[in-house]
């Protein structure tokens, strides 16, 4: 299903922006992060609102899979010894996230509506990063 998609998607963000905030950075790349952190939180909320609404189940990210992404962006973090490293980072996985959505929004039925305009949110929510992380670089 494709919300359930566009939730393991922003789910997976928040994973990876947790694990970088343990990350020693200046309180201006920690601000745009919890930023960051805030609009994923929003996205995945009206997720489960439009499912609750419509009476279906959606597939959260896993436990091993949260593990497994947690580990993976502090591995790469690790090689990170600067706030631009980091900022080039988030990026990259940025990129991918909008990589991921647009593939998903293209197989959105057109007469959905509210998941279009979700999935169209979280792709903003991406490029919107994109563009905040570049001021660290």
Known sequence: MILTSL??????????????L???????????LETQLR??????????TIALQR??????MDI????LA?????????G?????GIAGLLIQMNTMGMIRG???????????TRIRILSQKLLDCENANIRRMQSFL
Not at 55 to 60: A, N, Y
Not at 64 to 67: G, K
Not at 102 to 112: F, G, M, V, W
Request: glycine fraction near 2%; charged fraction near 35%.
């Open 7 to 20: 939730l393991k998607t922003t789910q997976r963000s928040q994973v990876e922006i947790r694990s970088l």
């Open 22 to 32: 343990d990350t020693a950075m200046q309180p201006q790349l920690r601000s745009a």
């Open 39 to 48: 609009e994923y939180e929003s996205i995945e909320a009206e997720a489960f």
């Open 55 to 60: 009476g279906w189940d959606l597939q959260e």
């Open 64 to 67: 091993v899979h949260r593990f």
């Open 70 to 78: 947690d580990r993976m962006t502090r591995l790469k973090a690790s």
């Open 80 to 84: 990170c010894n600067s706030d631009s």
């Open 102 to 112: 647009i593939q998903e929004r293209n197989r959105i039925p057109e007469k959905d």
